[in-house]
């Protein structure tokens, strides 16, 4: 290793005494045959166990935060530490095996930024899949591009173009969901390669409800930041439908008047569609101030 690397791999970490060590040894031996210089770095996001002291020990560099702030948090720390021109992003919880990292860096040339999406044998919980499908479904909508895979954690990014990004990135487990989507509504280049994961070792951390509906309202942020009508449009001309439909069916099976009810809805039909027309455009002011910025 040297003091300007080629590749950073960052590893947030919480908890991960058990593990942590086995997965630097195995990040260790793939790197060293691929004879490019390297850095581990182990975010340690206020673990309560022997997390920092293995991970150094196994010849990590170890930054710990002082308390738990989240799993986002974590990998937002290695990005601004990270010395190297790529960065490779990876759980330490053993789930991501170290095989898959070649894969990532042989794309990352022509990519800015590739995933390793989970295949069907990848040894996950089945409430976890439905939800991964339904995040997909809408995020290939909202970026008019097909997902492979929106909340996978292993990916490599050029470390310019994360940089770019870190402000945006929330200190929770969404954090691949936003980098995404924000590479991909900001005209950046994004492969998919295919991995499969392992079942995490442990019990996870990541709770359905709570950070399920959490990575629902980060898919909403990210699209009325960079697509705002994708969202305002479907949803001022579902609207205008409904105040149309429910007029023409009180005059033609009621036998009474249009109505105010009808009215209100196509004027608030109306109101939602220019308030997208503006977030449109303010998003574009937004993103022409960060193009001149860089």
Known sequence: ?????DVSIIIPAYNEGNIIASVIDG??????????TYEILVINDGSTDDTPEKAQGAGAVVISHPYNIGNGAAVKTGIRQAKGRFLVMMDGDGQHNPEHIPQLLENIGPYDMVVGARTGDSESYLHRNIANGLYNLFASYICN???QDLTSGFRAIKADIARQFVALLPNTFSYPTTITMAILRSGFSLAYVPIKANRCAGKSKIKLLRDGSRFFLIILKIATL???MRVFLPVSFAMFLTGIGYGLFRIFFMGGR???TSAMLMTISVLIFLVGLVSEQIAQLHYDRSEKRD
């Not at 290793?1 to 690397?5: D, R, T, V």
């Not at 990040?27 to 060293?32: A, D, G, N, T, Y």
């Open 1 to 5: 290793m040297n003091n300007q690397p």
């Open 27 to 36: 990040i260790q031996l793939m790197m060293e045959r691929l004879d490019r």
């Open 145 to 147: 591009r097909k997902i």
């Open 226 to 228: 960079f697509s705002p």
């Open 258 to 260: 249009y109505g105010p």
